[in-house]
């Protein structure tokens, strides 16, 4: 570590809540030579709002490839540089991860400061299991992209929280229903803001009811684990046989292997997961 150098501090800041900034933030951002920050009109209310006067700079995912050696290159030189995304923690889908890895590269000092962040805020405010959880940032745009992204997910034996603008939501739920039949779900929008809500139902419930909804605000979906009854007492040559029956009766086999999903309660990816797999 370079002994006369500076320091990066990633700062976590409010998600909606003005009051939900730490002391410690307060103090990086009033003392820092600069505020690198991901929309310098976002953080402005903010630092107006505390009266803080540290002049402002924008970092951000068109600007880092420029900017991240010449950040790296004024904390080499002893600067103290405070790092901001528009909200909660920078690094989280956001492009402070890569200010972050270039400093710790140069070997130069990097302190976070913790904070809010939608996704534990969400995972906490949805009551679903929170042992485990598995956080997929946003998922393609593209819903056959988006579909192979969520097969890859369906034995995780964890609560699954999302990303999402809230023009994309309802397609997005849509294929979350597709690929994760019966589960519980939880749509969060506008946490710690004056409209925030909380809708929890089934997948496919949330999924119709969002449909066609104009919705509006920052939104985090999170889908709860597989249930453990259907995991533990699923037999694998039940689901063959029935499939197997199915298909004499006439079904296709992609016709059979819906009809044994929304019998078993099992994605339909694992119906044919065990459909191609040989019998033990
Ligand atoms: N770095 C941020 C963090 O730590 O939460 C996340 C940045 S990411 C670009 C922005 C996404 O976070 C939004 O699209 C939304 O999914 C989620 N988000 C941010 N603020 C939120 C809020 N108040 N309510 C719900 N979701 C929020």
């Not at 501090?9 to 410690?24: E, F, K, S, Y």
């Not at 499939?243 to 086999?253: D, I, M, Q």
């Amino acid at each position: 570590m370079n002994g006369g150098a500076g320091t990066l501090l990633v700062c976590a800041t409010p998600i909606g809540n003005l009051g939900d900034v730490t002391l410690r933030v307060l103090d990086a951002l009033r003392t820092a030579d600069a505020i690198a920050a991901e929309d310098t009109r976002v953080t402005r209310k903010l630092l107006s709002r505390y009266e803080i006067h540290t002049p402002l700079e924008a970092y951000h995912e068109h600007n880092r490839q420029a900017r991240t050696p010449e950040i790296v290159g004024r904390i080499e030189r002893g600067e103290r540089i405070a790092l901001v995304s528009d909200a909660g923690t920078p690094g989280i889908s956001d492009p402070g991860a890569h200010l972050v890895d270039a400093c710790l590269d140069a070997g130069l000092r990097v302190e976070v400061l913790p904070g809010p962040s939608a996704i534990v805020t969400a995972l906490v405010a949805s009551g679903l299991p929170t042992d485990a959880f598995y956080f997929g940032g946003f998922l393609p745009r593209k819903p056959g992209e988006r579909a192979r992204a969520l097969e890859r997910l369906a034995q995780l034996d964890a609560t699954l929280v999302f990303y999402e603008s809230p023009g994309r939501t309802p397609a997005t739920l849509v294929s979350l229903a597709e690929s994760f039949p019966g589960r519980r779900a939880a749509l969060a929008r506008e946490l710690t803001k004056l409209h925030e809500e909380v809708a929890r139902a089934s997948v496919e419930e949330l999924a119709a009811a969002m449909v066609g909804r104009q919705l509006k605000g920052e939104v985090v979906l999170l889908v709860g684990p597989p249930d453990a009854a259907v995991q533990l007492t699923i037999d694998e040559d039940v689901v063959r046989q029935r499939l197997t029956e199915l298909e004499a009766a006439g079904r296709t086999r992609r016709d059979a292997i819906r009809e044994v999903a929304s019998e078993t309660g099992l994605p339909r990816n694992e119906v044919y997961r065990i459909s191609v797999a040989t019998s033990s």
